[in-house]
């Protein structure tokens, strides 16, 4: 069975901190696909990246990266210098090919970044 | 204008109303989801349409019944809910093969059943 954990409920930095925010997951497929997504206050959950389990290269864009490792079944998320409007609800997200369209969630991380 | 719609943003209903929850994907996808999100809770997975059929219904009570008339629309039609139900109800949309495609949100329905 598929299964995403976030272990942080709650995370609260002071601005200009690096924050990291942390996802398992669990899976029986060889091939699966990873996810995050921030969900600011109004609402909307907002793509942030995909990652397949062929390609463990980590990846950076501006502010953000994220570090992918089969060998611990972890795909974390670490936002550089944060800002004010980072804070919102991060989900990490997986879906087996094998059961297709079936996006499990794990339980959402609330980020709070103080001024 | 987001690529995925949903009206209304808010209900209110008391427990022997009938409404209905629309939801409309601008971006040409393939299939369509009906999420629940409750206070404390994960998100919860209601109904996949691929291509118009239903392909997914995780165990959700009858009260809650979708329609998909075609690609581009989704309806989660509501009779006799019990307050329990109240949430935020998210439509997605996706494109890909094999949950390859990543979700696109709608800001939600927030639901209020008195």
């Known amino acids: 069975a598929q299964k995403v954990t976030q272990a942080q409920t709650e995370i609260s930095v002071v601005e200009k901190e690096d924050v990291t925010l942390d996802c398992v997951y669990e899976?029986?497929?060889?091939?699966?696909?990873l996810f995050w997504y921030k969900q600011p206050p109004s609402g909307e959950l907002v793509f942030l990246i995909r990652r397949n389990s062929f390609d463990e290269q980590n990846e950076i864009s501006g502010r953000y990266s994220w570090n992918f490792q089969k060998s611990t079944s972890s795909f974390n998320f670490t936002i550089t210098a944060s800002l004010v409007v980072d804070s919102a609800v991060y989900f990490c997200a997986l879906t087996e090919r094998n059961y297709g369209q079936n996006f499990v969630f794990g339980p959402g991380t609330r980020l709070s970044v103080l001024p | 204008e987001t690529g995925v719609t949903q009206t209304p943003r808010h209900l209110v209903m008391g427990m022997t109303n009938k409404k209905s929850l629309k939801c409309e994907q601008h971006l040409g996808h393939n299939a369509m989801y009906w999420y629940k999100q409750s206070a404390k809770k994960p998100l919860e997975l209601m109904f996949v349409?691929?291509?118009?059929?239903?392909?997914e219904n995780n165990s959700v009570p009858s009260r809650f019944s979708p329609e998909c008339p075609n690609s581009s629309h989704l309806f989660l039609h509501l009779h006799t809910l019990q307050p329990e139900d109240s949430a935020l109800y998210l439509c997605?949309?996706?494109?890909?093969?094999?949950?390859?495609?990543?979700?696109?949100f709608g800001e939600g329905s927030r639901l209020t059943v008195l």
């Open positions: 899976t029986r497929d060889t091939t699966y696909y």
């Open positions: 997605a949309s996706s494109q890909g093969v094999k949950g390859s495609g990543e979700l696109f």
């Open positions: 349409y691929s291509l118009e059929e239903r392909v």
